[in-house]
């Protein structure tokens, strides 16, 4: 079946230094692929999304590739924040599942200390 | 926008008791579902809906059941509380868009079982 592997937390930085949280899927098909964020104390929120290879999804400063090669989809960002400080989950939705339904990787806690 | 209302947010059972997770939306999504967060695992699927009177099982469905007699509502009822459905639950809709289409969570449900 499908599945979602990301590194395990937590990941713990300095303020102002470089993210990459890895991120690799198994699906047949062609998977839209997503990355969520949970803050403290909150549900989660889509943080950005691919559609196809080599799609770049982005936002707040967070991009992620969509690598149908390596079937991986790592999040980056250039300069962290104590505000990025929260629990991000790769997920991807499969081609014909019903009801788009997501597959989740396990969650990867970053903290970032100023 | 209220979104994605979930209630309660934090509940303490004894194990055999019964009770019902609330779940609304005032989004008119026709996709609606339930997960469970357990550290390490990511978010599992429960149960999901497509539309009012379809429901489906997910990944982990023993022990819960759902209806869905609305658009807006998809209460979770645990049948006969066990420890090990001690977990954050997290209620998440969505339009019955492509793939990409974006899901909205509440902000959670908080478990214990005694």
């Known amino acids: 079946g499908d599945s979602v592997t990301q590194m395990e937390g937590p990941v713990t930085l300095s303020e102002e230094a470089f993210l990459t949280i890895n991120c690799t899927y198994t699906a047949t098909g062609y998977p839209s692929l997503f990355w969520y964020v949970q803050y403290p104390g909150e549900g989660l929120q889509l943080l950005l999304k691919a559609t196809k290879a080599d799609d770049k999804g982005s936002n707040k400063g967070f991009e992620a590739t969509y690598r149908k090669e390596t079937t991986s989809f790592h999040l980056e960002k250039g300069s962290v924040q104590v505000s990025d400080s929260a629990v991000y989950f790769c997920?991807?939705?499969?081609?014909?599942?019903?009801?788009?339904?997501?597959?989740f990787g396990g969650g990867t806690r970053l903290m970032v200390k100023p | 926008n209220a979104g994605v209302t979930q209630t309660p947010k934090f509940q303490v059972l004894k194990t055999g008791q019964s009770m019902t997770l609330q779940c609304a939306q005032d989004?008119?999504?026709?996709?609606m579902s339930w997960y469970r967060q357990d550290p390490g695992m990511g978010l599992r699927l429960i149960h999901y809906s497509v539309g009012a009177g379809i429901t489906d099982q997910g990944e982990v469905p023993n022990g819960y059941n759902v209806s869905r007699s609305t658009t807006e509502d998809f209460p979770l009822r645990l049948l006969s509380a066990a420890p090990s459905q001690t977990s954050v639950y997290f209620c998440a809709s969505s339009y019955s868009g492509p793939r990409n289409t974006e899901a909205f969570f509440g902000q959670g449900t908080r478990l214990t079982v005694v």
């Open positions: 997920a991807l939705s499969a081609t014909g599942v019903a009801g788009n339904m997501l597959t």
């Open positions: 989004m008119n999504h026709e996709y």
